[in-house]
């Protein structure tokens, strides 16, 4: 059996989550040291971004659904 190695961050699309919140840009995945092999952390990359903001979940789909969650107004 072939093990995908999943390593560095990733630029994810605008069909998967939703831009930085403070700055508009695209959000990168990578994999999470903590938590198990499946956990990833999503973050802005912009070194421009006064926030940086980053989450993680325990999962792909966890991490995508907690980055992609925006406060009512």
Do not use: Y
Request: net charge positive; glycine share 10%; aromatic share 6%.
């Amino acid at each position: 059996m072939t093990q995908v190695v999943d390593r560095g961050p990733k630029a994810l699309t605008a069909e998967e989550a939703l831009p930085c919140p403070w700055c508009g840009t695209q959000p990168f995945i990578q994999p999470w040291h903590g938590g198990g092999p499946a956990k990833r952390m999503i973050s802005c990359d912009d070194g421009d971004c006064d926030v940086s903001p980053q989450v993680t979940g325990a999962t792909r789909f966890k991490a995508l659904a907690r980055w992609n969650t925006r406060a009512s107004r």
